[in-house]
């Protein structure tokens, strides 16, 4: 297998994983009927795995244009929560799709639900990026060790 495409495929495996697990952990339920499904909600499960794996791809983009991990983890997470506020903006005005909850908005008018909702919307993209880059060093090492025994 190519370099690139198992990069892609372990930054899909993370973005899927993260995403199943967020999503059957949460219980998302929408007002359109047609968006809900039972056990899990495929409809936020697809959009939070596209969402990561752009995460991640962005992500590795600015390991090479900004070096400083600090400013570089700063300049990601402004324009993942940047453009996560456009997502839910284009959802919740433009589609007028809406989760079913009283909790308040997180800032904007946007992001509704539990506290826990909040912080992980917050997080998420660094989440993702920290799981990457563990299973990133866990195979090579085992590479590493691969090789050392040949």
């Known amino acids: 297998m190519k370099r690139i495409s198992r990069q892609y495929l372990i930054e899909f495996l993370v973005a899927a994983l993260l995403s199943f697990?967020?999503?059957a952990y949460y219980h998302y339920n929408y007002n359109m009927a047609f968006l809900n499904s039972r056990f899990i909600n495929?409809?936020?499960?697809?959009?939070w795995t596209a969402g990561l794996f752009v995460t991640l791809r962005f992500y590795q983009w600015l390991k090479i244009k900004i070096k400083n991990l600090g400013l570089r983890l700063v300049v990601f997470w402004v324009a993942y929560f940047t453009t996560l506020l456009v997502i839910e903006y284009s959802g919740y005005n433009i589609f007028k799709i809406r989760a079913m909850t009283s909790e308040p908005a997180l800032c904007f008018g946007l992001i509704h639900g539990t506290p826990i909702l909040k912080v992980?919307?917050?997080?998420?993209?660094?989440i993702a990026v920290f799981?990457?880059?563990l299973f990133q060093k866990r195979i090579e090492a085992t590479r590493a060790g691969i090789s050392s025994k040949k």
């Open 42 to 47: 495929w409809f936020a499960f697809s959009l």
């Open 120 to 126: 992980y919307y917050l997080i998420a993209g660094l």
């Open 131 to 133: 799981f990457y880059s």
């Open 21 to 23: 697990v967020w999503v």
